[in-house]
């Protein structure tokens, strides 16, 4: 599990070089699916500056974050002193697992929950291959924008249900 953590980042920076050198030999799609030779730019001198901008700005303020406010995005229970006698009231996971949260804690069965976490995730692989038209983009996939949409709603109600005690209204929303 620990390796895993110490491998993903390496991982991650191998594909985004892979792709950054795919992108170079094919060039970057238009998201209305048309192909013309005119609105083509060249990679290197636009994209690659670009590209430095963007990780300058962002490790300014990662470096920002990380050396003059640390504890900002701390989690507040963190400055509590522990104590082992005591449990706290409503234990509950890091924002961006309060989704699958909400999801396990929803349904009694323990297998039936994380079955369906399992198809809340797996279900966004098979968004892509709803659609198989030439044009590329939500503007011309009416029933992708519709799936996006409520992909998000659900995502934020769901994890609002997650932050939320366990109590008789939030229990049949999360369901």
Request: no cysteine; aromatic share 18%.
């Amino acid at each position: 599990f620990f390796s895993l953590h110490f491998l993903f980042p390496f991982i991650l920076a191998i594909l985004v070089v892979v792709h950054l050198i795919y992108l170079h030999i094919e060039g970057s799609n238009s998201p209305v699916g048309s192909k013309t030779p005119v609105d083509d730019v060249v990679f290197h001198v636009y994209y690659t500056s670009k590209d430095w901008y963007g990780i300058v700005v962002t490790l300014m303020l990662l470096s920002v974050i990380v050396y003059l406010m640390p504890n900002l995005l701390g989690d507040p229970e963190n400055f509590i002193q522990a104590n082992s006698l005591v449990t706290p009231v409503h234990i509950q996971p890091e924002w961006y697992f309060l989704f699958a949260y909400a999801i396990l804690r929803s349904i009694p069965n323990k297998f039936g929950g994380v079955v369906s976490m399992f198809f809340s995730i797996l279900i966004l692989f098979f968004f892509p291959l709803l659609h198989r038209s030439w044009l590329r983009g939500l503007p011309f996939r009416p029933f992708g924008r519709m799936a996006f949409w409520s992909f998000i709603v659900n995502f934020v109600l769901l994890t609002w249900i997650g932050s939320l005690v366990v109590e008789e209204p939030f229990i049949i929303i999360g369901q």
